[in-house]
């Protein structure tokens, strides 16, 4: 298994700032993903953190607006650009593919963010 | 391409009832199958797995079945606690391109009242 911690826990930003969160797993897991959740609904991918190269986004997603680092393979981060209140979410890191996992998720709490 | 789909919540049951939550999936691989559950202001907690047809999932009380014939893996519990509730998460991980893509449902969130 894995233990995931993301910072900050939350945070109130103002429009047209950027806001950096940090992934940090106590292992080193093979896929590191990120997730948008609007309170009482699903999870959106937003894309998947690449060790070393480019990440993979998905549909509705572009690296200018949510730009990714995955420098090793037990942290990554997820900076949210030029933000508007639109942007207000709960932001999901999470890791899989440990030793001896059937690819199962493992997810830190959440950073939920409130732009105003 | 791959998909999940859960009922709609939310699920309103007293407790010691019976639970049920379906669940059906399209998947153009063989996919291991899951269910998370996230509690109130949490992150999502894998609850139960299952990687192979017929295979059944199971973590403190609440059993899931892998079904390939009907493509399904519903949620079950014989009696449920007011701790039981939260929001549940039925997923796959397929294999594409040498990469494992999850997908998840849309989530149904369980109210138990005592």
């Known amino acids: 298994s894995a233990v995931i911690s993301q910072k900050p826990s939350r945070d109130i930003c103002q429009r047209g700032t950027s806001l950096t969160i940090q992934c940090q797993v106590d292992?080193?897991?093979?896929?590191m993903f990120w997730y948008r959740q609007q309170p009482g609904q699903s999870l959106t991918l937003i894309a998947t953190?690449?060790?070393?190269?480019?990440?993979?986004?998905e549909s509705g997603f572009v690296i200018d607006k949510f730009p990714i680092s995955r420098p090793n393979l037990t942290f990554s981060t997820l900076t949210v650009s030029n933000m508007s209140p639109e942007d207000s979410s709960i932001y999901l890191c999470?890791?899989?593919?440990?030793?001896?996992?059937?690819?199962?998720?493992?997810f830190g709490p959440g950073t939920r963010l409130t732009v105003l | 391409g791959n998909s999940v789909t859960q009922m709609e919540g939310p699920v309103t049951l007293s407790e010691e009832a019976f639970l049920t939550i379906n669940c059906t999936y399209t998947a153009t691989g063989y996919p291991s199958l899951f269910w998370y559950v996230q509690y109130p202001g949490e992150g999502l907690q894998l609850l139960l797995k299952a990687t192979k047809a017929d295979d059944k999932g199971s973590n403190k009380g609440f059993e899931a079945t892998y079904r390939k014939e009907t493509t399904s893996f519903h949620l079950e519990k014989g009696s449920v606690q007011v701790s039981d509730s939260a929001v549940y998460f039925c997923a796959l991980s397929d294999q594409a391109g040498g990469s494992y893509i999850p997908t998840f449902g849309r989530g149904t969130s369980l109210i138990v009242h005592p």
């Open positions: 953190a690449n060790q070393g190269s480019e990440a993979t986004y």
């Open positions: 292992s080193q897991v093979t896929m």
């Open positions: 999470s890791g899989s593919g440990t030793s001896g996992t059937y690819n199962e998720q493992f």
